[in-house]
């Protein structure tokens, strides 16, 4: 659910807020092909917006149409009140991290950084005032004498946004920031651009294919497949409540169970959902008719497992452990039902692997409540 | 034992091809013209001693004596260098533009790029003369089209030398600067346009220095043979085209001095030996900088 507070950032949720950045049904085109159709989207001032998909789902059209790079086939793209639909990349108050990082391999990380300030013809003093305070920003002062091949490939990653941040852009756009980066350095980088953005108060727009940076450095988090927008919500109530099974799977690990609802009180329906087996119960915030097709969502995380019958669960199905996958802190199980689906159950590893009960091909109970998932029309 | 035989293939190539011959240039640019056969003394005949007491520079003393050959080493250098920086303004755009052309289109591109040399390079330069000439077809055209009255005098004079050598090195320029530019990340370009750059400033600031390897390479190829040209000159050029491959030509044939020829040659050797060190050197900081 939306968190409404004074304290919390959420100008989405404030309808007297102008937004930053208005996609107004817009729609792009190469050739036949439809890159994104129809599209309507509103970002917030120093908002920190994900745009997050498959390859080809339209989400780096999205942000090269914001840097200038792809004219818009219909509809019109706002910025600050002004339609900048032709108004072409070098002015633009918007500036682009590249994927590649594009940085001048023939300059020095300092002449990279100023390359945009140059363009400007700001006098010597400014310009070298605002290139310390990027390098600083960045923690590379060491490094600006260097030329890009001279230094590593997260260095490189922050003379780009250094690079690209020097000229204060009212908006930052980030191509797979981080794409490039180990696994590690990653996380790190992460929190970084978190701080960097809340140093400098720019709106980033962010693009990845890659869910968890998303949850992690996002405000709101839009989830896009061919062209079209699925949902736009915050990490946690895109998780939490996903508003269809193509975003529910796409983020994070999911069960799904489907079948034919039956209202049983207020809000609370029984989903049958295989012969001959109890039909569950889930709690909706959505209303199902009599006999509708519904798909319950529900996070591996949220199911128990026992080797014992619980007795204070909602819903309770009996199976065999067919896998196990061992993540360290975690382990999932894999649990066969009599019907033949397979339901994944996650619990924390608290103990050593030595002492854990449960194995292959035990028989096991799966339990959850009925408010645990999600009912999802489609 | 094995690395050695390796490597010793092409350092025996070089010796046999390449240090071998120019030791026997040298050795006859020392000696002096004689009616004999071979036309030059002391040969090896005359005994190792003999040989070495009778060598001497006198024909590099004369070269300096008679104003025609610096003023031919000069005239090469100019009509060298003019050459090479028009096949510049020529093969850039040309690279510039296959480098930008769609993926498809590439592989076609560079077959036109290279199609003139299945041809022999003489019968092309004979066919420069039937356009350029007064009755050409140039001037046919030009007149038919009314833009002059009178064919204007192509053939025969340093403009028709200079299409000539424009016409025939333009790969040996288009394709080192394509090579570079096709290297090029196209992001590079749009970095520099949403920095600020129109796209002339991005092509002036980030494109032209980053092909600047395959521009010296380019202009290397070029100027090097251009220099020594002959057949070029003596076809298209007229008697006012003064290079120093056909002053050589003609000291070798028509005088029948050898050793005057051969130190022409061995001066023309060293006049080169410069540039091709700056390319040897700019091709070794590209493959450092590629590292």
Redesign the interface.
């Known amino acids: 659910m939306p968190r409404v507070s004074q304290t919390v950032f959420a100008p989405w949720d404030d309808p007297t807020e102008k937004p930053l950045i208005r996609f107004q049904n817009v729609t792009k085109r190469f050739g036949t092909f439809v890159a994104i159709d129809d599209l309507t989207l509103d970002i917030y001032e120093r908002e920190f917006f994900a745009l997050l998909g498959p390859s080809g789902c339209g989400k780096t059209t999205m942000m090269r149409m914001l840097?200038?790079?792809e004219t818009i086939s219909e509809g019109k793209i706002e910025l600050a009140g002004q339609d900048i639909g032709h108004v072409?990349?070098?002015e633009r108050a918007?500036?682009?991290m590249?994927?590649?990082y594009?940085l001048?391999?023939?300059l020095s990380v300092w002449d990279n950084i100023a390359?945009?300030l140059k363009?400007?013809r700001k006098s010597k003093a400014e310009i070298d005032a605002r290139v310390d305070e990027m390098l600083k920003l960045v923690r590379l002062e060491k490094f600006a004498r260097r030329k890009p091949?001279q230094i590593s490939g997260g260095q490189r990653q922050r003379v780009a946004l250094a690079?690209?941040l020097a000229?204060a852009p009212k908006l930052l756009l980030l191509d797979e920031p981080l794409g490039a980066l180990d696994k590690k350095l990653r996380q790190d980088t992460q929190f970084e651009l978190m701080d960097i953005q809340e140093t400098t108060g720019t709106t980033f727009v962010i693009v990845t294919h890659d869910q968890e940076e998303a949850m992690t450095v996002a405000s709101r988090v839009a989830v896009m497949d061919e062209g079209r927008i699925m949902q736009v919500a915050t990490p946690a109530a895109i998780y939490e409540h996903p508003n269809s099974v193509y975003v529910a799977d796409f983020i994070g690990d999911v069960n799904i169970i489907s079948g034919q609802t039956n209202a049983s009180g207020t809000d609370t329906y029984r989903l049958s959902w295989a012969e001959g087996q109890q039909p569950v119960t889930a709690t909706s915030d959505i209303t199902f008719s009599e006999g509708q097709k519904a798909h319950l969502a529900i996070r591996p995380e949220k199911i128990r497992i026992s080797t014992d019958q619980p007795v204070d669960a909602d819903n309770k199905v009996q199976g065999k452990v067919l896998d196990i996958a061992y993540l360290g802190n975690l382990s999932t199980y894999h649990v066969e039902l009599p019907g033949g689906q397979v339901i994944k159950a996650q619990t924390a590893n608290t103990r050593r692997i030595a002492r854990r009960d449960i194995t292959w091909e035990d028989p096991v109970w799966i339990s959850w409540n009925a408010t645990a998932g999600v009912m999802l029309a489609e | 034992m094995r690395r050695f035989a390796l490597i010793a293939i092409p350092y025996l190539w070089l010796v046999l091809l390449f240090l071998a011959p120019f030791l026997i240039v040298l050795k006859i640019s020392l000696s002096d013209a004689a009616l004999a056969i071979p036309p030059y003394a002391p040969t090896l005949k005359d005994g190792i001693g003999t040989l070495i007491a009778e060598l001497d520079f006198e024909n590099f003393v004369f070269l300096t004596q008679d104003d025609l050959y610096w003023k031919a080493y000069l005239s090469s250098l100019r009509i060298a260098l003019i050459s090479t920086l028009l096949t510049l303004l020529v093969g850039y755009p040309i690279a510039y533009g296959m480098a930008k052309a769609p993926d498809e289109w590439r592989a076609t591109l560079m077959m036109v790029v290279i199609l003139p040399f299945w041809t022999s390079f003489l019968i092309r330069v004979y066919a420069w003369m039937g356009i350029l000439s007064n009755e050409g077809l140039l001037n046919q055209l030009l007149i038919w089209l009314g833009l002059i009255g009178e064919p204007l005098t192509i053939l025969n004079t340093n403009t028709a030398v200079y299409i000539g050598i424009v016409y025939t090195y333009l790969p040996f320029m288009i394709l080192p600067i394509y090579a570079a530019l096709d290297r090029l990340d196209a992001s590079l370009d749009e970095a520099a346009q949403d920095l600020g750059c129109t796209r002339t400033q991005a092509f002036w600031l980030v494109t032209i220095p980053l092909s600047k390897n395959g521009i010296v390479a380019g202009c290397f190829l070029v100027f090097i043979p251009a220099l020594g040209e002959f057949v070029i000159p003596s076809l298209l050029g007229g008697s006012g085209t003064l290079m120093i491959g056909k002053v050589l030509w003609e000291e070798f044939f028509n005088n029948r001095d050898w050793p005057v020829a051969s130190a022409v040659a061995i001066i023309l050797l060293l006049i080169l030996v410069i540039p091709i060190v700056l390319f040897q050197r700019n091709q070794q900081k590209q493959q450092e900088a590629e590292q």
């Open positions: 840097a200038g790079f072409p990349p070098n918007v500036n682009m590249f994927q590649s594009a001048f391999p023939h390359f945009g363009r400007d091949h690079r690209s000229k």
